[in-house]
């Protein structure tokens, strides 16, 4: 403070200045203060343009750890390389006036806090979705929570949603576009996404824009932006195979499927790839590389039939019971992360993904296969006979309530056991 109170008064530079504030230096104390034209002045006498150009490049390597690693040791060794570097262009011209210097004098007070910001800004991202649906905004919480600018159009007016949760809201696709989003992420249903693409304003993105998606289907939006996006774009194919009610907690362990469609060769657009990717890696979830064809065939196996059966118990309508098993409580669990989704997604996983028909197929032929065991055995006309025999004292009764006689040979039928007839009535077919 002392030394920028006495130096300040030096500040226009006039030759009488310049003589006290040469007199001055002198009489201060050499251990606080670097005098520019002092201590440069010596080292470009020597080499003047070789010291400057020395001075800057430690300058330029130094800021460049701070971009790089952003920690504070890098800052504060800008702060002295960047005062080098002044104080050898200082030197290098001789002419100029000697402008005392404190090495330790204190910078603006936000200085830390603006080149913290910039560096955060390098890693910050502007996420663009497009369909602020159920899963747009499942997505939203998550993106700003891990610190990156969310903005957001849809076919609806989400405005005041949008609003609750800090994203910037553009009902108007041309507006969302023109603000530049370094990644475009699309949450829209599968039904739609091809319209919705075709009717999207690519040309108001960035030239290198990132264009991403979430679609539980993954053959098919692969294929449409590899057709329909410009050949400058990234492509990147995500499937967070959890939703907002199984996601609504933690996602330690669950899976995010992606498949890096196309990224261009410069290491900005790889790394743009890695900090989206991260925002899952840093929540936790198992990140699983694997091309979307894959994807689609293990999908219609695995959640193509875990969604059928979810929407089959669910048309039931399971309810709580006084004695429910850990077994039932699964199924409602699956009724409950399942049937909430809109039938528009079921059908989009059916419709778009080629698998989904041998899938249904076997799900089918599965079930009537279980039927028939059961019906081989405990067939109608048995059961009409365990809860009427009582009332039909003879014979088995066949299922037009006529009385007929067991196949035992010679024993009457009415001294035969249930059991005894049970087993002719499978024999028999
Ligand atoms: P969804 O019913 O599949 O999609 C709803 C979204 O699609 C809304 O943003 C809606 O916009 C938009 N949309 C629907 N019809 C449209 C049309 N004709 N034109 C323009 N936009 C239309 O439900 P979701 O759960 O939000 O899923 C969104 C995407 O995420 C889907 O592709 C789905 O496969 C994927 N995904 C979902 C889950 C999940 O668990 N829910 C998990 C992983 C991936 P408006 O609301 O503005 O009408």
């Not at 002198?26 to 251990?31: F, P, V």
């Not at 599968?190 to 264009?211: D, G, K, Y």
Request: hydrophobic share 35%; aromatic share 8%.
């Amino acid at each position: 403070q002392d030394c920028r109170a006495r130096t300040r008064p030096l500040e226009p530079r006039s030759s009488t200045y310049q003589r006290a504030s040469r007199r001055r230096i002198r009489t201060m104390s050499a251990a606080t203060f670097v005098v520019a034209g002092a201590s440069t002045a010596c080292a470009s006498n020597r080499h003047p343009v070789k010291g400057n150009a020395k001075a800057r490049s430690a300058a330029l390597g130094a800021r460049r750890a701070v971009a790089s690693r952003g920690d504070v040791r890098a800052l504060s060794s800008e702060r002295h390389a960047s005062f080098r570097a002044s104080t050898a262009r200082v030197g290098a011209r001789r002419a100029s006036p000697v402008t005392p210097r404190a090495l330790d004098a204190a910078q603006p007070f936000d200085f830390e806090a603006k080149q913290r910001q910039k560096v955060e800004k390098k890693r910050t991202l502007k996420i663009g979705i497009v369909g602020f649906g159920n899963f747009g905004q499942f997505l939203a919480k998550r993106f700003i929570k891990n610190g990156h600018d969310v903005i957001a159009t849809s076919r609806s007016d989400y405005g005041s949603i949008a609003a609750e949760l800090n994203v910037g809201y553009y009902r108007d696709p041309d507006d969302f576009c023109e603000m530049h989003p370094d990644v475009v992420i699309f949450c829209t249903s599968i039904l739609s996404t091809e319209a919705t693409i075709n009717a999207f304003p690519m040309q108001r993105l960035r030239r290198n824009t990132l264009v991403a998606d979430v679609l539980s289907v993954k053959q098919f939006p692969k294929q449409l932006f590899l057709q329909r996006m410009p050949e400058n774009f990234d492509i990147l194919c995500l499937h967070p195979m959890f939703g907002p009610d199984s996601g609504k907690g933690s996602w330690k362990d669950l899976p995010l499927v992606y498949d890096k469609v196309r990224v261009g060769e410069e290491k900005s657009r790889r790394e743009r790839v890695e900090r989206l990717l991260s925002v899952f890696e840093d929540e936790g979830c198992r990140m699983v590389e694997m091309s979307c064809e894959e994807h689609d065939i293990q999908a219609a196996s695995s959640q193509f039939i875990t969604h059928t059966v979810g929407r089959m118990l669910g048309t039931m309508e399971l309810g709580e019971t006084t004695i429910n098993t850990k077994g039932y409580e699964s199924l409602l669990s699956l009724v409950n992360n399942t049937y909430n989704d809109s039938f528009d997604l079921y059908y989009g996983l059916f419709m778009y993904n080629k698998n989904a028909t041998a899938e249904l197929s076997r799900l089918e032929l599965a079930f009537s296969q279980v039927k028939a065991q059961l019906f081989d055995r405990l067939h109608t006309l048995i059961r009409d006979d365990i809860f009427d025999e009582a009332s039909v004292p003879t014979g088995l009764r066949s299922g037009n309530g006529k009385a007929k006689n067991g196949g035992g040979g010679d024993t009457p039928a009415e001294e035969r056991t249930f059991k005894d007839r049970l087993i002719d009535q499978v024999n028999s077919g």
